[in-house]
């Protein structure tokens, strides 16, 4: 019987194989490398669990019933696909997965995956990283930020900005002047259109010899879209599916790190720039800032899990600095308090509270609030 090991034992591309029912059964070098495992943490584990894959949009793939093991057993030709594989350390990693069917007299290996890690070619091929949580940002492929007297116009920001949410989608001249200048006349917004897309494709482009020359800015049949715009790094993009992968992840330290790698491209509320001279920011704002309030009680409630009382209360007043009228995580806090034995801080969080519900809301605490408050206050 012709060996696995030997065809696949030193060549440079990860390789692993399993048997029929998921079980790795082997692990070659290359793939200790990309992935971290060593042999002896990879053999004999089901797949799908040491690799916990992902699509590049953070969509779960790998299972007891995965696509591929599907296609070979139903004799339809595999593809090589992009996916995000987890690394060791709980981060995840890009790779390129080629996927062999094992003749029945290799060995009892029912598939082999080959895999080659895409993050180097990944990192070269974003024309742009944008951030748009917080002010917006824009660093070229070098790291450079895109600045200047023309970036720093509002109009301008905020093209790049729409145009950048639309993934490369072309959007028409009438839908750019309708979210860009509502109240203005068609002669004039059309003519602040021509302006910002001027200063636009100046702005990414400084040494362009012709604006309408731009490689990044196209314009076609009365529409314009960001060319490249699928390798284009958005932030959003990160800070969603990494909240995704923290709330799959089983283990809670590891968890803990995807949250807080997640949480940490929150630098503050949606394209807060410009939210006050375009009413199509807020929904987006509004949604984000609850997917990251939500978040970071899930990493609150992690803490306390995990006994780490300090950090969990750490958490919840930065969920009360965003919006302090959450009640559940007023509780919390009072409660952490109440067991570390600062009942002072604990009333505090209370009366804060109380103020805020009048002010922002004009109502009082709720009763399960009040009753958690009377408890502390007559211990």
């Known amino acids: 019987m012709i060996s696995i090991k030997h065809f696949f034992g030193k060549i440079g591309d990860g390789a692993l194989s399993v048997d029929e029912d998921g079980l790795i059964i082997f692990w070659n070098q290359a793939i200790a490398k990309l992935l971290g495992y060593s042999q002896e943490e990879a053999v004999a584990k089901h797949c799908w669990q040491l690799l916990a894959g992902l699509t590049p949009q ?6 007891p019933k995965c696509p591929v093991r599907q296609a070979i057993k139903q004799g339809v030709p595999i593809t090589s696909l992009d996916l995000q594989l987890r690394h060791r350390n709980g981060q995840y990693i890009l790779a390129n997965m080629s ?45 450079t930020p895109v600045k200047g007297p023309l970036w720093n116009r509002v109009k301008t920001r905020a093209l790049m900005a729409y145009l950048a949410t639309q993934k490369g989608t072309a959007v028409s001249r009438e839908q750019i002047l309708e979210m860009l200048w509502p109240d203005l006349e068609y002669k004039a917004a059309m003519h ?12 990414l482009e400084p040494d362009l010899q012709k604006a309408s020359h731009s490689r990044y800015l196209l ?17 959003v993009d990160a800070f ?9 992840e089983a283990n809670e330290e590891t968890a803990v790190k995807i949250y807080k790698t997640a949480l940490a491209l929150y630098r ?28 970071l009680g899930d ?12 950090e969990a209360i750490a958490i919840y007043q930065r969920i009360l600095s965003v919006d302090c009228c959450q009640e559940r995580s007023c509780r919390r806090l009072m409660s952490l308090f109440t067991k570390l034995g600062k009942r002072t801080e604990a009333i505090q969080v209370c009366q804060r509270l109380t103020q805020c519900l009048a002010n922002e809301l004009d109502i009082i605490m709720s009763d399960k609030t009040q009753a958690l408050y009377d408890k502390i206050r007559n211990a």
């Open 99 to 143: 996927t062999i069917p094992v003749p029945e007299e290799m060995d009892e290996s029912f598939l082999v995956h080959l895999l080659r890690s895409r993050r180097h070619e990944a990192q070269t091929h974003h024309p742009f990283r944008i951030y748009l949580l917080g002010p917006l940002v824009v660093t070229r492929q070098g790291g």
């Open 192 to 203: 602040n259109l021509n302006t910002t897309v001027y200063n636009l494709r100046r702005s």
């Open 299 to 310: 990493l609150a409630r992690l803490y306390e899990k995990m006994n780490m009382d300090e």
């Open 58 to 63: 953070g969509d779960p793939y790998c299972a």
């Open 240 to 248: 969603e599916s990494g909240i995704r992968r923290a709330r799959r």
């Open 268 to 295: 503050g509320d949606y394209l807060y720039d410009l939210t006050d001279a375009h009413a199509w920011v807020r929904d987006q704002q509004f949604r984000l800032q609850e997917i990251y309030l939500s978040a």
């Open 219 to 235: 314009y076609q049949n009365g529409c314009y879209r960001l060319a490249e715009a699928q390798s284009n790094w958005l932030d």
